[in-house]
């Protein structure tokens, strides 16, 4: 039995309406406790900020596509080098790092649980070989079924409970988190050199348009129970105009879940583009933050950019190409079989290009303008918008207008012309900045009845002590120490055990993997069915038998069972 | 002025590679105590070389190097120089001058591979001849080399001048294959001949006073032209990459 107790912590727990209150937190094998023996390891948080540890909903950490940037780009492992140091392996790598880079610069970030966005199931377990060296923190992984062939058909079929039926049986043999539908359609599609225009156009082969797909897709997930919603990249990202597009892609969208939304919009700074091309490119996050405002079943996270060097990696193969036709630099494309396809090119994100700092500008607007900092979560959509250590610097940029209107200053001097950023005043608070970064994440994952995100006794002890104090700070003047503070927790506390000290990874680690099982009846067992049987016989480069991942590459983990309407 | 004597002691493994980034003239000028990489071994400099220091100085500019012996392979000497200069007698192992910004490294001999990567200013003079990645940039960059002079009087590798963006460089023999590819700028000169150069070239100016042997198609032919009173043939490319270079030949032969 360990136990310890966290003294004098300044703690903002939003799940459990907490918003400041200067209390002791009791921890005993790895959960949060009432109270704890005298014997108790004792950490004196000296009132300094203490939040639930970090969860980042949508971040690209592991697994084949994050694997190829690093390929591509060795240019880019020249970047961040530390050399090994007590329980640290060396790290090397800026955008795309080592696993265990990832883990430890995460993890003196605060940030105990990690959800990789999208794996495609064939290519599974080298994600899941990924997570095991990604000790200091719990992962998951979002599978992609955007093209999946089986998917497709049954969709076209009008038959929700057969697509519900695939997705059931390939979340279990993947050991996949939740659906990732990436340019629904339009991935499918690039494998034939095509891309889909908005959602209403069908695709060739299939006959079934992006609004079908997401519309059965979106119905088919709720049929599971699944913990997470549909985790959705819209079609045509990054194309000026594209906002029409986004609003009707939300607008399709029921409310069919009371705990949590129903859709998860991602990195929608990438869809929330005015203008009929690069010229008259401007934002639209107004709109777009209006339509999410009143519509509570969907919740987005902002994907923001940050100037700098980035690799970019996704699973929208034509978009990536369309970004290759104009940097002219280095571009790599995969296709997976039945399932999805991938494309990964290196960006640099300059100031001084008009197009890229009214990108900057719209992911700060949504964050500003979504009313609910529950229904707009931080994240950079790492790496694509920009590596996850700028994190901190976008916090104080949500917080502290002053230092919005410094940077504007050094942008493109046109972009004030084209972005609502300037006239926005609105600055966050604490409150909002632990929601966005953990409450509200863990809330959209669905992962805060198995302990994420909260300090509630009984919740996992993954706790971050932040070294500042917020009596004392200003955050709209003294933004710099906000960047500090949020650079470097004091200590990062993983399943009740210091992980990180003052930036320094003290142990090893141990990090579990969540995934999901739903139970369906043996009429929707799709590893029974002939038809799904000879699809693999036929079409794939694996027999079905071959395609499951083992429990081997599972070590701890932790399945959450649903019980399905099938 | 300060002069730096090392020569190399006669070693049991002669194959080891030794990383001696340390060696420039700085540090001789703060005193500190030098230390050496032999595998995972930091070694006191003096367990390689016998070293004799005579006269003192107070700039980097007035430090003088002088290596002998067997330094065929020891590694990323005169790496960052910025002032002085190195003269080396024989053979020098990798990345010799890597990233030097300014100062001047004379090698006697042949030079390994990566000579002057990534070079930014200064000035180095191989009498021999270099390996292959003389004067290139790195894996996955985008600029290679981009100021000063490099100038081999015997012959080099393939990829030299890879991704060049500035300075001199001139061979006065043979190049490999692939010379100038993906260069930007700056000028590549090579009396001798070479194969195939400078693939995806977007600017600068190459000029091989010998043969291009598989010269690319994706050059457009400009015409005759001239320098020091001879024939060459002029081409703009590479046009595959919209490219702008200048690539002037003597001769040239497309592949059979």
């Known amino acids: 039995m360990s136990e310890m107790l966290i003294k004098n912590a300044f703690v903002i727990d939003p799940l459990n309406g907490i918003n400041g209150e200067v209390m002791d937190i009791a921890i005993r094998d790895g959960k949060i406790v009432e109270a704890v023996g005298d014997a108790a390891e004792v950490i004196d948080a000296r009132r300094n900020l203490t939040l639930p540890g970090g969860v980042d909903s949508h971040t690209h950490i592991c697994g084949t596509k994050v694997n190829f940037g690093r390929y591509m780009s060795p240019e880019d492992m020249r970047a961040g080098r530390t050399p090994r140091r007590g329980h640290m392996h060396a790290t090397s790598g800026y955008s795309v790092p080592t696993t265990y880079g990832n883990s430890y610069r995460y993890s003196a970030m605060g940030y105990t649980t990690l959800l990789e966005g999208a794996m495609a199931p064939l290519e599974a377990r080298h994600t899941h070989e990924e997570f095991s060296y990604t000790p200091l923190q719990d992962t998951m992984a979002n599978a992609l079924f955007d093209g999946n062939w089986s998917v497709l058909e049954a969709v076209r079929d009008g038959d929700t409970k057969r697509v519900a039926a695939v997705i059931a049986w390939v979340l279990s043999a993947v050991k996949g988190f939740a659906v990732k539908l990436t340019n629904p359609g339009g991935t499918e599609a690039w494998g034939w050199g095509e891309n889909v225009d908005c959602i209403q156009k069908p695709i060739a082969n299939f006959e079934v348009s992006p609004a079908e797909i997401i519309r059965t897709i979106v119905e088919a997930n709720e049929l599971l129970h699944l913990p997470h919603s549909v985790h959705l990249h819209c079609n045509n990202l990054g194309k000026p105009g594209n906002y029409t597009c986004t609003m009707g892609t939300f607008g399709l969208i029921p409310d069919l879940n009371k705990k949590r939304q129903t859709l998860y919009a991602t990195h929608v700074q990438y869809h929330a583009y005015g203008g009929s091309g690069w010229n008259d490119f401007c934002s639209k996050s107004e709109p777009i933050a209006n339509m999410v405002n009143m519509r509570p079943q969907i919740a987005i996270d902002m994907g923001q950019v940050m100037f700098g060097k980035t690799t970019t990696m996704t699973a929208d193969g034509p978009m990536e190409f369309n970004l290759y036709r104009l940097h002219h630099d280095k571009w790599s494309n995969h296709d997976v079989e039945l399932e999805t396809g991938s494309g990964i090119i290196p960006v640099l994100y300059r100031r001084k290009n008009l197009v890229n700092s009214v990108m900057w500008a719209i992911g700060l607007e949504l964050a500003l303008l979504v009313d609910d900092p529950w229904r707009c979560l931080l994240t950079t959509d790492n790496p694509n918008g920009a590596p996850f250590v700028r994190y901190p610097e976008i916090i104080a940029l949500l917080m502290s207008k002053r230092y919005r209107e410094e940077e504007l200053a050094t942008v493109h001097p046109d972009t004030e012309h084209r972005v609502p950023l300037p006239a926005i005043d609105r600055e966050l608070d604490w409150h909002d900045i632990a929601v966005m970064t953990r409450a509200a994440q863990a809330k959209a994952l669905g992962i805060v009845d198995i302990g994420k995100g909260h300090l509630a006794p009984g919740a996992d002890a993954d706790v971050a002590i932040y070294p500042i104090r917020v009596d004392e700070t200003d955050p709209s003047v003294d933004y710099r120490r906000v960047i500090d503070a949020f650079s470097r927790t004091e200590y990062t506390i993983k399943r009740g055990r210091v992980v990180c000290r003052s930036g320094e990874c003290v142990v090893d680690g141990n990090n579990t993997t969540i995934w999901v099982k739903p139970k369906v009846s043996p009429e929707y067992d799709m590893g029974k069915d002939p038809d799904f049987i000879r699809k693999f016989d036929r079409y794939y480069t694996v027999r079905m038998r071959n395609y499951p991942v083992q429990d081997e590459y599972l070590k701890r983990n932790l399945c959450i069972e649903t019980e399905a309407e099938l | ?256």
């Open chain 2, 1 to 256: 002025m300060m002069r730096v004597t090392l020569a190399v002691k006669p070693r049991k493994k002669p194959l080891l590679p030794i990383e001696a980034e340390c060696i420039v003239p700085k540090t001789f000028l703060s005193g500190e105590a030098v230390y050496v990489w032999r595998g995972n071994k930091e070694l006191p400099l003096d367990e390689v070389f016998s070293v004799t220091i005579e006269g003192t100085a107070d700039r980097t500019e007035d430090v003088e190097i002088f290596i002998s012996g067997d330094t065929s392979r020891i590694k990323r000497i005169g790496e960052y120089l910025d002032a002085g200069r190195i003269v080396i007698e024989g053979d020098i192992g990798m990345h010799c001058g890597n990233f030097m910004s300014g100062g001047t490294i004379e090698i006697g001999g042949d030079a390994d591979g990566w000579l002057g990567r990534e070079m930014r200013g200064g000035t180095i003079i191989c009498r021999g001849n270099a390996a292959d990645y003389c004067a290139a940039g790195y894996r996955g960059g985008r600029k290679g080399m981009t100021g000063g002079k490099v100038e081999v009087f015997g012959n080099t590798g393939d990829f030299l001048a890879e991704h060049l963006a500035g300075g001199t460089v001139i061979v006065h023999g043979d190049a490999g294959d692939m010379a100038g590819i993906e260069m930007h700028s700056g000028s590549l000169t090579i009396e001798g001949s070479c194969s195939r150069p400078c693939g995806n070239m977007a600017g600068g100016t190459c000029v091989v006073h010998g043969t291009a042997h598989e010269m690319l198609p994706t050059f457009r032919k400009i015409g005759p032209t001239t320098l020091e009173g001879m024939p060459f043939t002029s081409f703009t490319g590479d046009i595959a990459n919209r490219g702008k270079g200048n690539l002037i030949v003597r001769d040239y032969t497309y592949m059979d």
